[in-house]
């Protein structure tokens, strides 16, 4: 690997604070491109010597590969990231992505189940009063209620959790920790998990969610016990746990929720990443209109 995208790494690992995934990402996005070039330019890879041509014609290159829009923008990103980088080293006197737009991706609406699909869900009878059924049920109910994203949901602690004052308290990206308040009825499906826990576990750790022998839940895990679950609701066309985050934040916009108390308990650093939701409760709305005789 080339020294400047190492040191670059480097500094998104130890001093941005960016995740393990989010640095494997970058990493695999700049080792593409470096591999590009060489293949491109005899064998060599100068990042002070990259300029615009080179760039866009890898895109093109990632296009006539069936590379999705998406999936490209989000390589350009991580080369932007880098090439700021050199410039506030003084590796390089211009960024030369400056000028360059990726390819426009067309937006799709999130997938998100309906309410009335998920009280189905919760409070039928998939889930037996097992220890691992107990649980597979609060994971869901987690991730519906509060919104946390999966990475989250592993991460919580015991002591991230105030009963009393019905709180959660959350790591999110860039190590970033918030609040999350929750209702008596989580409340009370939390206090039946830790009991069945407490005695099914026989060696306890300080992770909130556990496997049966006490370590903490992998994102694999609550992605397979997710996706498993969901599959009993045969409209819904994706199901991840990412869906269930994309609920809870549909439903808290129907149900009168303001855009930017929705924002705070995502954790988003924008308004902007919240605001794609109000398009799908505006979806809904249009359905919901077009139930109306007059509007056929």
């Known amino acids: 690997m080339n020294m400047l995208i190492d040191s670059f790494l480097k500094y998104m690992r130890y001093e941005r604070n960016y995740s393990d995934y989010t640095v494997s990402s970058y990493t695999k996005d700049l080792e593409q491109f470096e591999l590009y070039v060489k293949e491109n330019q005899e064998g060599i890879f100068d990042p002070r010597n990259i300029d615009g041509d080179i760039v866009r014609n890898w895109i093109v290159h990632l296009l006539n590969n069936r590379i999705a829009p998406t999936s490209v923008n989000r390589k350009l990103s991580s080369l932007k990231s880098f090439f700021k980088f050199l410039m506030k080293q003084g590796e390089i006197p211009a960024n030369p992505l400056r000028l360059i737009n990726g390819p426009k991706a067309k937006k799709s609406l999130p997938y998100f189940v309906r309410e009335s699909e998920m009280d189905l869900l919760l409070d039928g009878d998939r889930f037996d009063d097992s220890f691992d059924g107990v649980r597979d049920r609060l994971i869901l109910e987690v991730l519906y209620v509060t919104g946390v994203r999966r990475s989250e949901l592993i991460g919580i602690k015991d002591s991230d959790v105030d009963f009393d004052a019905c709180l959660i308290r959350v790591t999110g990206k860039r190590n970033k920790q918030r609040l999350i308040p929750f209702a008596e009825n ?111």
């Open 186 to 296: 989580l409340k009370e499906l939390m206090l039946a998990y830790l009991e069945i826990r407490d005695r099914a576990v026989a060696v306890k750790e300080d992770w909130f969610l556990v496997r049966k022998d006490g370590r903490q839940l992998s994102t694999g895990m609550v992605y397979y016990i997710v996706k498993n679950s969901l599959s009993d609701i045969s409209t819904l066309s994706k199901r991840s746990p990412h869906v269930l985050r994309h609920s809870f934040a549909t439903s808290m916009l129907n149900n009168g929720a303001e855009l930017n108390a929705v924002k705070e308990l995502l954790g988003h650093s924008s308004l902007a990443s919240t605001s794609v939701y109000t398009h799908t409760t505006f979806e809904e709305l249009k359905k919901v209109y077009h139930a109306h005789p007059r509007a056929k």
